[in-house]
């Protein structure tokens, strides 16, 4: 386990393939005496392949961090890259692509349709990008994340773990190049926060997944292969093969 100092280039390892970079990226929100500075500047990148968990106090600008990361929102400057894609200066229509294409989405609320059965659910993606999925192709995603025998059943009908899981399903189906997922655990029970990490680690480990995860919770981020802390919009060091312990004691500094 070790600490890392500030800097560009946090989490950029020489040779590492990376799947998501931000260079000098700054958003800013409001105006004149009401303007806010969420991101400052962050320089950071994830590797393929490795889980990492984003930390920090209330107000710090994860949730910012990660909405610039996956696209869903635009930085006032600085560049962000999916791969080698900026996707900064993509057009609206060239990113919402990108999106459906490259990125895949797990959210604290689930976001599943109550009407649609787990199968639909999981398809869904695929068919707002317009392809007709095959049964076998959603069946086997339902299986990756344990839940094979659930397909016909309703949001209503499963349990919120059981729930998060055809989420993260849905958000596998089309084979994205980088997860993100924000407080994915956050309206979860123990049990099962501790079964959605478990597949978040092992699509990790088993199947090369890039994973980017927001959370408050030290031991969901013990999970992580290393955690990015930020405070006030900035990068305020990370720390690989974390602990529970290590990562409540980097917050508490951060939270002074």
Same mark, same amino acid.
């Given at each position: 386990?070790?600490v890392?100092?500030?800097?560009?280039?946090?989490?950029?390892g020489?040779?590492?393939?990376?799947a998501?970079?931000?260079s000098?990226?700054?958003?800013?929100?409001?105006?004149?005496?009401?303007?806010?500075?969420a991101?400052?500047?962050?320089?950071?990148?994830f590797?393929?392949?490795?889980?990492?968990?984003?930390m920090?106090?209330?107000?710090?600008?994860?949730?910012?961090?990660?909405?610039?990361? $996956?696209? +869903?929102?635009?930085?006032?400057?600085? @560049? /962000?890259?999916?791969? =080698?894609?900026? #996707? &900064?200066?993509?057009?609206?229509?060239?990113l919402?692509?990108?999106?459906?294409?490259?990125i895949?989405?797990?959210?604290?609320s689930?976001?599943?349709?109550?009407?649609?059965?787990?199968?639909?659910?999981?398809?869904?993606?695929?068919?707002?990008a317009?392809?007709?999925?095959?049964?076998?192709?959603?069946d086997?995603?339902?299986r990756?994340?344990?839940?094979?025998?659930?397909?016909?059943?309703?949001? $209503?009908? +499963?349990?919120?773990?059981?729930?998060? @899981? /055809?989420?993260?399903? =849905?958000?596998? #189906? &089309?084979?994205?190049?980088v997860?993100?997922?924000?407080?994915?655990t956050?309206?979860?029970?123990?049990?099962?926060?501790?079964?959605?990490l478990?597949?978040?680690?092992?699509?990790?480990?088993?199947?090369?997944?890039?994973?980017?995860?927001?959370?408050?919770?030290?031991?969901?981020?013990?999970?992580?292969?290393?955690?990015?802390f930020?405070?006030d919009?900035?990068?305020?060091?990370?720390?690989?093969?974390?602990?529970?312990?290590?990562?409540?004691?980097?917050?508490?500094?951060?939270?002074?």
């Amino acid at each position: 386990m070790s600490v890392t100092g500030v800097g560009v280039g946090v989490g950029v390892g020489v040779g590492v393939e990376q799947a998501v970079t931000l260079s000098a990226v700054a958003r800013l929100y409001g105006r004149g005496e009401r303007r806010v500075s969420a991101l400052r500047g962050v320089d950071c990148a994830f590797a393929r392949g490795s889980f990492t968990a984003v930390m920090g106090p209330s107000g710090s600008g994860k949730s910012t961090l990660l909405q610039c990361a $996956a696209g +869903l929102d635009r930085p006032t400057s600085g @560049r /962000v890259f999916i791969g =080698r894609t900026d #996707i &900064s200066a993509l057009t609206e229509t060239e990113l919402t692509k990108l999106r459906r294409e490259r990125i895949g989405f797990v959210f604290q609320s689930f976001n599943l349709m109550p009407s649609l059965n787990a199968r639909k659910n999981v398809a869904l993606p695929l068919r707002l990008a317009g392809q007709r999925p095959g049964r076998a192709r959603v069946d086997a995603a339902l299986r990756q994340v344990g839940l094979g025998d659930r397909g016909g059943h309703r949001p $209503a009908e +499963l349990s919120g773990g059981q729930q998060q @899981r /055809v989420a993260v399903a =849905r958000a596998l #189906i &089309s084979r994205p190049e980088v997860l993100f997922a924000d407080e994915p655990t956050g309206a979860l029970d123990t049990h099962s926060s501790r079964e959605v990490l478990g597949l978040l680690r092992s699509v990790v480990d088993q199947a090369g997944q890039t994973v980017v995860m927001v959370t408050h919770d030290p031991v969901a981020a013990s999970w992580a292969d290393r955690v990015l802390f930020l405070s006030d919009g900035a990068v305020h060091g990370e720390l690989a093969g974390p602990t529970v312990a290590a990562v409540s004691e980097h917050l508490a500094r951060l939270s002074g």
